[in-house]
């Protein structure tokens, strides 16, 4: 299969999801050409895909080709090439994104992917042909890393921000807690301390938990999961609707109620380092088996091509 993906290649030490899209593909042995969304003559995006099977558009918001996008997606699908639009934002509740929802022409590619599971009826009044796609994690970044403590120092670890209107209450709550539980032996890394790449896996290595959150929406939760537990970190998440079908349960992670920090501290103390170590590797082999890109993939080509 011949794909034209249109995102955003960067380098490695960066957050680099569409890259490891394509890479998904290489390993499926697909043909594929991965574009820069932003500025892109939207008659150069025309003229790649043709021949082309798929056009998956892996959005990053504010990266647009120029020129009129609508007819650039009319013309691909005319000439025989089905547009997908992917991504892995929660959307429904967001309001600066929900508002965008059946608005900005990548909503308009045939099909839409992304890992806002909950609301298949509202995407539908949008007119979005929309399907939920549970984040991946790139195949590159499967498996230990080796632990650098003098690196990274602390005993339990965040990675993420802070954005009110999208993360609500419950993270500030859980921030709070944990620096009351671990004090200096608690660190977060985010925008200011940002850690990407290969260092991300030496980070979750280096640390005894990593502390997840993700904004509060049934069958949505962020790529954390799969990058904390597919690099052998110990992840506590809270509990989200749909996980447990996709075998995100008390054998490969800790879950937790949100907002009971009581339990989840209990489950903390009760740990074994020989637990500790049958869970990260059941985690490992999860993510392995069921989680990687060429798995998700596979679930678009046979939505697109056998399903539609």
């Given at each position: 299969m011949r794909v034209v993906v249109l995102g955003a290649p960067r380098p490695l030490h960066l957050n680099r999801w569409k890259d490891c899209l394509t890479e998904g593909g290489q390993e499926l042995g697909w043909d594929m050409l991965h574009l820069p969304a932003r500025d892109i003559p939207a008659d150069d995006v025309v003229r790649a895909c043709k021949g082309a099977d798929l056009l998956i558009w892996a959005r990053t918001h504010g990266h647009d080709p120029t020129g009129n996008i609508p007819e650039m997606l009319c013309r691909i699908e005319d000439a025989g090439t089905v547009t997908v639009g992917l991504h892995l934002d929660l959307y429904w509740g967001i309001g600066r994104r929900e508002d965008q929802i059946g608005v900005h022409p990548w909503w308009s590619c045939q099909w839409v992917f992304t890992a806002d599971g909950g609301h298949q009826a509202e995407f539908a009044a949008r007119?979005?042909?929309?399907h939920w796609l549970p984040p991946p994690l790139g195949r590159r970044w499967l498996g230990r890393s080796l632990p650098d403590r003098r690196r990274f120092p602390g005993r339990a670890v965040f990675v993420?921000?802070?954005?009110?209107?999208?993360?609500?209450?419950?993270r500030p709550a859980l921030l709070n807690w944990a620096r009351r539980r671990w004090g200096h032996r608690f660190v977060q890394y985010g925008r200011s301390r940002p850690v990407w790449g290969p260092d991300l896996g030496t980070l979750y290595a280096s640390a005894e938990l990593v502390l997840g959150d993700s904004a509060e929406a049934g069958r949505y939760w962020s790529d954390r999961v799969v990058c904390t537990l597919g690099r052998g970190g110990l992840l506590a998440h809270p509990r989200v609707e749909g996980m447990a079908g996709l075998g995100f349960t008390d054998d490969v992670m800790l879950l937790y109620d949100r907002g009971d920090f009581g339990g989840l501290g209990r489950s903390i103390d009760a740990l074994t380092a020989a637990r500790r170590r049958e869970m990260t590797e059941a985690a490992i082999t999860l993510i392995g088996e069921r989680h990687l890109w060429e798995h998700r993939l596979r679930d678009v080509?046979?939505?697109v091509f056998e399903c539609g």
């Open positions: 007119g979005v042909n929309h993420g921000g802070y954005v009110p209107d999208i993360h609500g209450r419950h080509e046979r939505v």
